[in-house]
């Protein structure tokens, strides 16, 4: 009895440092990271969310309202009936051409993004896999060209234009934005780790020439890439102003240009204007929650600023 | 063995008929390998040179020439079009509002940024979802970012100083006051960037090694102790990637300004005219291209200072320490 008494205590007493040491060792994963974080990261993340919600949700709710709803003195937190009326006054204003900015931004946000990764990629697999002379010095030279603010070149950029009489077209925003400095590392960046030489030699010994070789093999093993870099030049060129208002004419406006006209109207009507903001952030919402994950792995993986 | 012997004589025949087409295939393969990178490169050197580089450098040519929108070029007048707009006001104005909206939007945005990225690396449920939730902003354009700030800061009905009424302060000049304009912008630059700068910051805590947490916490080390002698020592070359990158954008902010009010010439006494919105005044309302491109210059001549000016202070920050 004693001695299976005895047994049984140092049994049950055997595991007890463990339960002892482990709100210790619990708490030191905590601090790096390891544990659950408790309410208070949630509740900071989402005030940090709401707030970013809420400048969209205010916006509609002047978009929803009419113009009176802006001189209330008292707040008014709930959305009028009024965004449709809005949106198509929007839409007829004939003193900015809606419909006219939505085509063309679609258009020069498209082949922007198009051409840009088309020619990054292509620069970033000749940076990335083949052996050139003078390569180190060029493409330390486009990193280079990635911190020059070509953006103040704008006086002779337009002299060009206009001389070449693309100045009001959508061709005079299109062609400054058909390259990039930053597309280029990036891709090279991406295709020097992603793309095996293996199966470049493979795809010569086979008899490809090298510009089969590209398109065969380096564009497919790009395409990870080169969606997210097409999906951040998207972005950049869409909500683009300084020089899309500089060079384009009132009657051929991409989106921001249509806003900022709409808001220079003589007699203004926020209502209006808010309408206009919703309409134009709405493709890139849609965007957003269709490949805002990829945007957030594309940032982390090192996209800058554009 | 006879069957080797056919299986081995058979291409050589055949090579030897057809020797010329091979030497003549080999040289275009060699030519293609040795041709061929520069043509893929090419595209992106021959219209950066053109688009981007050539304007730039350009600029200091009509810099230092009478210019007009309407007659073309004019005489050369040397440095005259640089004095005319460092001898007036407007151009020291227009750079002391670029200064202090751009210290006043970048300071608060990296320190808030560092905060955010340290909650995201904690071992949160749904990671992407909360990613994204900080990311929203940026897909919002900084055109309508502004116009729906502005309305938001309205000196009169805005909703900022009606809810400030309603705490018993009385309302700010949002857009009378110098200092309230700038922070009003300040504010919508922060409002689109702070998520993205916060996820650059992210990636980087993520690569710092979990062992130096661990030694810490055994050293005593508290969470905030870790946090300033661990993770943000570990983060100065992302942080100086960070201070660069928003220093070229932001001594070049237009957007936020331009449209802050109806009229876009930065305020009735010039509040927030920052040095952008000098340079359009003059180059498309004035006319004026060779001051317009004087002012390009300027500004361009101070981003590489200011860019320099902050490799050296973090150099020598990094030597101290």
């Not at chain 1, 090298?210 to 065969?216: A, D, E, G, P, V």
């Given at each position: 009895m004693t001695g299976s008494g005895l047994l049984e205590r140092r049994t049950t007493k055997r595991p007890e440092p463990h339960p002892v040491r482990s709100p210790a060792r619990r708490r030191r994963r905590g601090l790096v990271n390891g544990q659950r974080p408790g309410w208070k990261a949630y509740g900071f993340l989402t005030a940090i969310m709401l707030g970013s919600m809420f400048p969209l949700y205010w916006s509609f709710l002047i978009g929803s309202g009419d113009a009176s709803t802006i001189t209330r003195q008292d707040i008014v937190w709930w959305p009028g009936g009024n965004f449709i009326d809005n949106?198509?006054?929007?839409?007829?204003?004939?003193?900015?051409?809606?419909?006219?900015?939505?085509?063309?931004?679609?258009?020069?946000?498209?082949?922007?993004?198009?051409?840009?990764?088309?020619?990054?990629?292509?620069?970033?697999?000749?940076?990335?896999?083949?052996?050139?002379?003078?390569?180190?010095?060029?493409?330390?030279?486009?990193?280079?060209?990635?911190a020059v603010p070509t953006q103040l070149g704008v006086v002779p950029l337009f002299i060009a234009m206009s001389q070449l009489q693309l100045a009001g077209s959508v061709w005079a925003v299109i062609l400054p934005a058909i390259v990039s400095a930053f597309g280029v590392?990036?891709?090279?960046?991406?295709?020097?780790?992603?793309?095996?030489?293996?199966?470049?030699?493979?795809?010569?010994?086979?008899?490809?020439?090298?510009?089969?070789?590209?398109?065969?093999v380096a564009m497919p093993a790009a395409r990870p890439a080169a969606a997210m870099?097409?999906?951040?030049?998207?972005?950049?060129?869409?909500?683009?102003?300084?020089?899309?208002?500089?060079?384009?004419?009132?009657?051929?406006?991409?989106?921001?240009?249509?806003l900022s006209l709409l808001q220079s109207n003589y007699f203004v009507d926020y209502s209006v204007v808010m309408a206009g903001v919703i309409l134009s952030t709405v493709p890139l919402l849609i965007l957003f929650v269709v490949a805002g994950r990829h945007l957030v792995s594309g940032i982390m993986q090192g996209a800058i600023k554009g | 063995m006879t069957m080797t012997d056919t299986g081995l004589s058979a291409p050589i025949v055949q090579k030897q008929r057809s020797v010329r087409r091979v030497a003549f295939s080999q040289k275009l393969s060699r030519w293609d390998l040795k041709l061929s990178p520069y043509l893929y490169i090419s595209p992106f050197f021959v219209l950066f040179a053109i688009t981007?580089?050539?304007?730039?450098?350009?600029?200091?040519?009509?810099?230092?020439?009478?210019?007009?929108?309407?007659?073309?070029?004019?005489?050369?007048?040397?440095?005259?079009n640089f004095a005319f707009v460092l001898s007036n006001p407007p151009f020291w104005i227009a750079l002391r509002n670029t200064f202090s909206i751009f210290l006043i939007s970048a300071v608060p945005q990296i320190a808030f940024a560092l905060l955010i990225a340290a909650v995201l690396d904690r071992n949160l449920r749904a990671k992407t979802f909360w990613r994204m939730g900080v990311l929203l902003p940026y897909v919002v354009a900084p055109v309508a970012?502004?116009?729906?700030?502005?309305?938001?800061?309205?000196?009169?009905?805005?909703?900022?100083?009606?809810?400030?009424?309603?705490?018993?302060?009385?309302?700010?000049?949002?857009?009378?006051?110098?200092?309230?304009?700038?922070?009003?912008?300040?504010?919508?630059?922060?409002?689109?960037?702070?998520?993205?700068?916060?996820?650059?910051?992210?990636?980087?805590?993520?690569?710092?090694?979990?062992?130096?947490?661990?030694?810490?916490?055994?050293?005593?080390?508290?969470?905030?102790?870790?946090?300033?002698?661990?993770?943000?020592?570990?983060?100065?070359?992302?942080?100086?990637?960070?201070?660069?990158?928003?220093?070229?954008?932001?001594?070049?902010?237009?957007?936020e300004p331009r449209l802050y009010d109806q009229v876009g010439q930065g305020g009735a006494n010039s509040q927030w005219m920052t040095i952008t919105i000098y340079l359009y005044n003059l180059g498309w309302g004035q006319l004026n291209f060779g001051r317009a491109a004087a002012v390009a210059w300027l500004l361009f001549l101070i981003i590489i200072l200011v860019g320099l000016l902050n490799v050296a202070i973090t150099r020598t920050i990094a030597k101290a320490s």
């Open positions: 949106a198509l006054a929007v839409l007829a204003d004939d003193s900015v051409n809606f419909w006219r900015a939505i085509g063309n931004s679609i258009l020069v946000s498209s082949v922007v993004s198009a051409s840009v990764v088309l020619f990054s990629t292509l620069a970033g697999f000749a940076f990335a896999k083949l052996r050139f002379r003078g390569r180190n010095g060029l493409l330390i030279f486009v990193i280079a060209t990635m590392f990036w891709m090279t960046q991406y295709l020097s780790q992603a793309l095996p030489y293996e199966l470049i030699e493979a795809a010569r010994v086979d008899g490809a020439s090298l510009i089969r070789t590209f398109w065969s870099l097409a999906l951040f030049i998207f972005i950049a060129t869409w909500t683009n102003f300084f020089w899309p208002f500089i060079v384009l004419d009132r009657q051929n406006p991409t989106l921001p240009v249509a | 981007g580089l050539f304007p730039l450098l350009y600029t200091a040519w009509v810099s230092v020439h009478e210019w007009n929108l309407i007659g073309g070029q004019g005489d050369f007048v040397g440095v005259d970012v502004t116009l729906i700030f502005s309305n938001m800061f309205g000196d009169q009905y805005g909703l900022i100083n009606n809810l400030l009424g309603d705490l018993g302060i009385a309302p700010i000049g949002w857009h009378s006051d110098v200092l309230a304009s700038h922070v009003a912008i300040a504010t919508m630059v922060n409002f689109r960037w702070t998520g993205y700068t916060a996820l650059i910051l992210l990636a980087a805590m993520q690569a710092v090694p979990r062992d130096y947490y661990e030694a810490a916490m055994i050293d005593g080390a508290g969470i905030v102790r870790q946090f300033f002698s661990i993770t943000i020592p570990q983060l100065r070359p992302t942080l100086i990637f960070v201070i660069v990158t928003s220093t070229i954008g932001g001594l070049q902010i237009f957007d």
